[in-house]
């Protein structure tokens, strides 16, 4: 069995889509910590414990009643600080019945919950991603999780030489895995950014069906990954030998770890171009769905094979691992803090 | 992981509905202990140790011919004592070729067999329930397992506040939570007796649809569990304000530990009105059949939930709890005599 | 939980039938070594540890580009050798990017696979089976895997008494348990014989229908076991009381250790009647797969039963079980070594 990376406690995680929080309870898990979440009358999201206090049922399994949360179980009542406000057959409510809550801030039409120490939360540290919700794009999106580690996750996305052989016929062309990358690592600022420009390459249908663009391209993969969470790819295409028009594409991507060896990966493809063709929209929410499951069966298939070595297993590492072995180095100190 | 409850040997444990034990050869495990039941031609229920002698392939999955039970791999046949009286390839049986068996006793058309020492199993000490099969009564039953620890079934046995909450538009109605019970317990005798008397209830379905009754009802809840295994509500209904008529419904539970984290959990409702009424035996066999498994949905989640805890957990108890939780003291006992 | 039966490295195991190994990678797990076999251009076998050295992807899940495998995941190139020849991104191969790979030796129609120290593998120590591809035979075959030890298929082929139980109306008859065997074993050598001769016996369906013999036969079953991998059941079916004709079939196995607690049960009935009826070899193929089902249910079920036993079990062994306590002692011995 493999050792799983250890978890970084005390940052800001994304738990959900603002849109999969309503008026029914969800439950997820966040570094191990069930959460069940939901969005008060108001429109406020909230985070508690996903366990009830007195026999430990999960709360997400449970219903509302208005904005408090009612045990599937045994009728146990919290509001939405945690704190107990009815149980069964007896009128004094114990002083200790109480479920913990996150700190919760909702960005870029995000759910971010903070594990650790709640004094030290502080949404302004949430790294952002305003095409997701910002005026002159269209966004498509999604969830799936992943049985694997978050560190095969971070692997994945950070070099993107795989999109030639693991998605091929989607976005991966043959100049992806033979362009040389460049690599920039603040490891103060927790941020690794690789980039890899293509002046002329082939267009994958990821591309040219959404752009319209027919024949070659020039092609520019930015990666910015802000620790421990969050995974901008700035896509730019044109026409090959020219500047323009230009094609924006941003791919969101928010990695958070569930317990050892699960993994939320989050999903998004925005666009600033054909904003309200619903076909664009469709294909491109088709197109990455496909992507992203090629990647989920690669990794499941990955951890399985990692469970079965005996011992400490090697790697070998070359260039389009820098921006990766950056990023592990980085989450390592992170969650040693 | 969480441990699981210990379990009381020297003990009588319900193995089976003596409906289900016949002449072909019936698998279960109690306490552990892997357990191969059938009826010999006379109409006795004999119970062996579930394990060949010669390369422990299980009996149950084996013939018998006559009261013999012939190995389904190699043929090794053994009488109703255990005793191996053939081999193959060979006239000579080893002396030593014999399979345990267990002390066996059907009281009430429930198959009992007794765990531990033989020598201190006593028929008589096996608590009644002579509904299940007495005169003027009509049973349903069934037998659902449930992969938890067989703890939980106890508790959410021991505590009805959860009908209101796990079995609404079944058998739960507010006024179940809301009253307070009485809690009586023979520590020595190993009996926990709750009672819940609601005056002026909510009928549910469950007793709407039996009884005939139309309108609101006086409704008793008697409670009495014999550790560790045999647990009985008694059941009255009556129009609300009044005595007559009255509606006496026994419901039956046998929670039998199977192996660790896993429970049998044995159910009837037995009736004495409408006895003949085929309508309302099979309405009663279904409402009940549905309400278990939304028990064995929870307990099942529940199991999943208190497996994850990298600790151990704690729990908040309140007054409903005062019978679950002299349960569970007489079954810590009960385990470490 | 019950510990496996230790492995014997430095020896020679069949990996595949030659016919599974062709232009498309096939993964097998043979001694807890997973292995990518693939056949080249110019028709040779080739075995190469089935994890790219960059990232531990198996090569199995890749793709082969003439007699090259490119990982699926970041496209690093192997050579027949296990030599990397291409890596994603830059020009330079780093000197130490290769797998292992793994002598292999084309026998019978059997891929036979060395796991241990290459120095040491000599093809001629593979024990032959010439009646699998040899002129006047004709051959059905298959494998499955079974989720048991592989000490418990050993068990199983050694001791064919099960044939009269666990076969009946297939290949078992009554007077296979009956019959008492002769057993022979040459320990320097790790060959085991086993046989038993029934002069006047039912003829099962399976030879009834495959050779036409109407009333009983004349059956002798000759079992070979060349440790640790090939088992021969050299069978012969005459009509009762005469010699001729002589109906020879030649039933092999080759017992594979896959995993602990996992193993590959290859099968193969070769005939030298009847060589071009196409019924007969459909009936035949048919027949024994049924069969050999029939054991791996019944293998699957007994390993679920030894995995609970909490402490060391204990077995009653007999006559018939002298060639199978033979070939665990040679098994044992050659794990030692």
Redesign the interface.
């Given at each position: 069995m493999t050792a799983h990376s250890a978890f970084a406690r005390n940052q800001w995680y994304v738990a959900a889509w603002s849109a999969e929080v309503g008026g029914d309870l969800l439950g997820r898990t966040v570094l191990?910590e069930?959460i069940a979440l939901y969005r008060t009358g108001e429109g406020r999201a909230v985070a508690l414990a996903d366990?009830c206090?007195?026999?430990?049922?999960?709360l997400s399994?449970s219903r509302l009643d208005g904005d408090k949360v009612?045990?599937?179980?045994?009728?146990f009542t919290y509001d939405t600080t945690g704190t107990c406000v009815f149980?069964?057959?007896?009128k004094r409510v114990?002083r200790?019945?109480r479920v913990g809550s996150f700190p919760v801030a909702e960005v870029d039409s995000l759910v971010w919950v903070w594990i650790g120490d709640r004094d030290a939360a502080d949404p302004a540290a949430i790294p952002r991603a305003p095409h997701l919700a910002g005026e002159g794009w269209t966004t498509v999106s999604g969830m799936e999780p992943v049985d694997c580690d978050f560190g095969l996750l971070v692997?994945n996305l950070m070099?993107l030489?795989?999109e030639?052989?693991?998605h091929g016929g989607h976005i991966g062309t043959p100049e992806v895995?033979?362009?040389?990358?460049t690599t920039e690592v603040d490891e103060e600022a927790g941020v690794v950014r690789v980039s890899r420009h293509m002046q002329d390459a082939e267009c994958p249908p990821f591309y040219a069906r959404s752009t319209g663009i027919e024949g070659r391209i020039r092609r520019r993969q930015d990666i910015e990954y802000f620790a421990p969470c969050l995974y901008l790819l700035h896509s730019r295409i044109s026409p090959a030998g020219q500047d323009a028009p230009l094609f924006e594409t941003e791919i969101t991507y928010a990695i958070t770890p569930s317990?050892p060896g699960r993994v939320y990966d989050f999903w998004a493809v925005s666009r600033n171009f054909a904003v309200g063709d619903p076909e664009v929209s469709g294909f491109l929410r088709d197109a990455n769905h496909t992507v992203v499951m090629q990647d989920v069966d690669?990794l499941n298939?990955?951890q399985r094979?990692?469970d079965?070595?005996?011992e400490g297993?090697?790697?070998?590492?070359?260039?389009?691992d820098t921006g990766g072995l950056a990023a592990r180095r980085i989450l390592a100190r992170l969650a040693a803090q």
């Open positions: 191990g069930p366990r206090v007195h026999r430990r049922f999960p399994r009612v045990c599937g179980y045994h009728g149980v069964p057959g007896q114990p200790t019945a692997d070099d030489s795989h030639t052989y693991l895995a033979e362009t040389p990358i317990a690669a298939v990955l094979c990692l079965t070595e005996t297993y090697q790697e070998l590492s070359i260039n389009i």
